[in-house]
C-alpha cells in the first residue's frame, strides 16, 4: 500500500471516529445516567426521554456532551490506527484484499 493511502486511512478514519462519537455523545450520557439511577435507592428517571428532558432543564445542553474531549482523544488514535493500519498490516501479513480475489 503506498504511504499515501495509508496517511489517508489514519486521517479518515480518525475523522469517521470523532463525528460518531460526536453523534453518540449524548446518547451515551443519557445510558450513563440510567445505569445509576437507583444506585443510592431512589430513582430519578421514568426512562430516557425523561432523563433527556430532565439532563437538559436542569444542566443546559451542554450537559449531554460531557466527557467528549477524552473520548475524542481515544477516537481519534484509536480510530485512526485501526482505520489506517489494517490495509497495511494486512497486506504484510500476505492476506489478500478483498478486491483482488475472485468469486
Do not use: H, W
Amino acid at each position: 500500500m503506498e504511504s499515501n493511502k495509508t496517511y489517508k486511512g489514519l486521517a479518515y478514519g480518525g475523522i469517521a471516529s470523532c463525528v460518531a462519537e460526536t453523534a453518540t455523545m449524548p446518547i451515551d450520557v443519557i445510558k450513563t445516567r440510567l445505569q445509576l439511577d437507583g444506585a443510592c435507592g431512589q430513582y430519578l428517571y421514568r426512562g430516557p426521554a425523561d432523563c433527556a428532558t430532565k439532563l437538559y432543564k436542569a444542566e443546559g445542553p451542554t450537559a449531554l456532551f460531557k466527557g467528549l474531549a477524552p473520548a475524542l482523544l481515544r477516537q481519534s488514535t484509536y480510530g485512526s490506527l485501526r482505520y489506517g493500519l489494517y490495509g497495511p498490516i494486512r497486506n504484510s501479513l500476505g492476506v489478500p484484499s478483498s478486491s483482488s480475489s475472485s468469486s
